[in-house]
């Protein structure tokens, strides 16, 4: 039989501890993300998805345990200041967006370009109208603020900017959060597109069940402060877990049930 085959881990997390305010959030988790898949992090609420995420992109120093991100420990890396250069290698899309409200998408998308290159300010523009295209805003939507612009636009936007520094790795915050069923489609086949033709890697936190269905290729489970379970959905469905059989039944429509084991 043929053994699988072991990808690199773009980002990783090994017996991972986070405490915030006294209470413990994660309890040894491990985890990787590996390189060229999408990868869904799910749970409840409360269970420390952002905050892994934080952890993963420097923003947070564990209790204990340890992080990797390109095959670079973390701790050691923000401690040394390489944690600068690690970013430029990663894109980040927050739940929200989290766009600069006072500036033009455009310059909200160049952002990145001028602050971490060397580029002439010309060039810069131009390769932040290239993103906005590449996520299929039309030429005029560079011009306006972000308020001017409907959920799923900001959405793309906010896309755009992460990608504006070719980064190997996404992390993306509930992408589809706050967007209609028509638009939340749109932006996973999308994403879809971006990871298989320009050879992505991403890890997105999401409560949408269809996202789960049409393009993460990995899901890991966070429960209880640990790692439940990771693998694909069907493996994922066969987990003995309260909160994840009321999570699968809430769409009981598209789901099949699982198939039962043989013995």
Known sequence: ??????????????????????????????????????????????????????????????????????????????????????????????????????????????????????????????????KLSMVGLPADAGDKLPDELSGGMRKRAALARALALDPELLFLDEPTSGLDPVSARAFDQLLRTLCDNLGLTALLITHDLDTLLSIADKIIVLANGKVLGAGDLASIRQLDDPWLQAYFASRGDILAPPPRETR
């Open 1 to 130: 039989m043929a053994q699988p085959v072991m990808r690199q881990a773009l980002a990783e997390a090994s017996h991972v501890v986070t405490r915030l305010g006294g209470k413990t959030i994660h309890r040894g988790v491990s985890l990787r993300v590996e390189q060229g898949q999408i990868t869904a992090l799910i749970g409840g609420s409360g269970t420390g998805k952002s905050v892994l995420l934080r952890v993963l992109c420097g923003l947070l120093v564990p209790v204990s345990g340890h992080a990797q991100l390109f095959g670079k420990d973390i701790v050691a890396a923000v401690r040394s200041g390489e944690i600068n250069q690690l970013r430029t290698r990663f894109g980040m899309l927050f739940q929200d967006g989290a766009l600069f409200s006072n500036l033009t998408v455009e310059q909200n998308v160049a952002a990145p370009l001028l602050e971490h290159t060397r580029l002439p300010r010309d060039t810069c523009f131009d390769l932040a109208r290239l």
